[in-house]
């Protein structure tokens, strides 16, 4: 059994972190979050301690360590994405592997020190990239690798994932704490696209707004039109008449690859892989952070170009 410490507890990912490590039959000893809306731990591990304030966090570390010779085997990150950089040093540095949320860290420079300090420490730094474990996602993979190597693949990306106002309000609608649209909801499929169809040769932006963006991404194999959007508004009529208030599509060559389902335990599958040494560490992880950190700091250049069909319409809503 594994003995797991878990920050950012209160988050909307957290539940799955906590669902992961016991189906993996390890233990939650030790938890920390500033918000004390947590009584979901009571589901899955009630007798792991809780604290609110970072330093009664830190020094219950210690106290573990010298007064019960227990030291974390895992700290799982689950909290706002400016803080994973700092989150995963502290797990380094007090022993322990670090197993982040995506995006591991908001800019491609933190991932050479992140590298640099994992070497040091001797522990890892793991990230969790479920896409990768999709299903119809390894089997797309599985299908391009064995197709001819320099076909070219036209693909349409389409993620509308509608959130109200508190949105803009929260550390997410700030650009400097989650990284912008791009890689708050998008750093994911970006990894999933390079994973399959390889590196990026260009990485245009054609919007860039607070709630929507768009652009063109071309890969070894594939070239990418893609949209993103937080506004209810671009959602499809037959998907706001049935009360969704998100629609993901991913178009290759005019035939929709359906990922909707399968994502149940991908969390947990992601765990047993990172227990078992074989995990996504983090070099893996640097394509996609290049690519929204490169999209966050571009100039829009509009509607020029091979745009995605919904931007078009960007401008009028």
């Not at 731990?41 to 009630?46: A, E, G, H, K, T």
């Not at 640099?116 to 420490?121: I, K, T």
């Not at 959007?229 to 690859?257: C, H, M, V, W």
């Not at 996609?288 to 919904?310: Q, S, T």
Request: hydrophobic share 40%; with cysteine; aromatic share 12%.
């Amino acid at each position: 059994m594994k003995n797991f410490g878990l920050l950012g507890i209160a988050g909307f990912v957290a539940p799955r972190h906590l669902q992961a490590i016991k189906d993996t039959n390890n233990s939650l000893i030790v938890a920390l979050d500033k918000y004390d809306s947590v009584g979901i731990i009571d589901s899955y591990f009630p007798n792991a301690d809780f604290f609110v304030e970072f330093e009664r966090f830190d020094r219950h570390l210690e106290k573990l360590k010298y007064e019960k010779n227990l030291i974390l085997d895992y700290i799982s990150v689950c909290t706002p994405n400016y803080l994973h950089d700092s989150h995963i040093r502290f797990a380094l540095r007090h022993g322990a592997d670090a197993i982040c949320e995506k995006p591991i860290v908001l800019n491609p420079w933190n991932v050479d020190k992140l590298a640099h300090m994992e070497n040091e420490s001797g522990n890892r730094i793991w990230n969790i990239l479920q896409l990768r474990l999709h299903p119809s996602i390894i089997a797309l993979r599985k299908k391009i690798q064995e197709g001819p190597a320099d076909k070219v693949y036209d693909i349409d990306l389409t993620y509308l994932t509608s959130r109200g106002n508190w949105y803009f309000s929260s550390w997410k609608g700030d650009d400097s704490k989650s990284g912008g649209i791009a890689t708050n909801i998008g750093v994911h499929f970006f990894d999933m696209l390079t994973w399959i169809f390889g590196p990026v040769k260009d990485n245009i932006v054609h919007v860039h707004e607070k709630d929507r963006a768009a652009g063109f991404l071309e890969l070894n194999q594939a070239k990418v039109r893609w949209f993103l959007s937080l506004n209810e508004a671009f959602l499809p009529e037959d998907i706001k008449a049935l009360g969704q208030r998100t629609y993901r599509s991913l178009r290759i060559a005019g035939e929709e690859l359906n990922f909707s389902k399968g994502f149940t335990n991908l969390h947990t599958a992601s765990y047993e892989d990172i227990i078992s040494g074989n995990g996504f560490g983090i070099e893996e992880t640097r394509q996609a952070i290049e690519v929204v950190h490169d999209i966050r700091n571009a100039k829009p250049i509009g509607l020029k170009g091979d745009y995605h069909p919904i931007a078009k319409n960007s401008k009028d809503i």
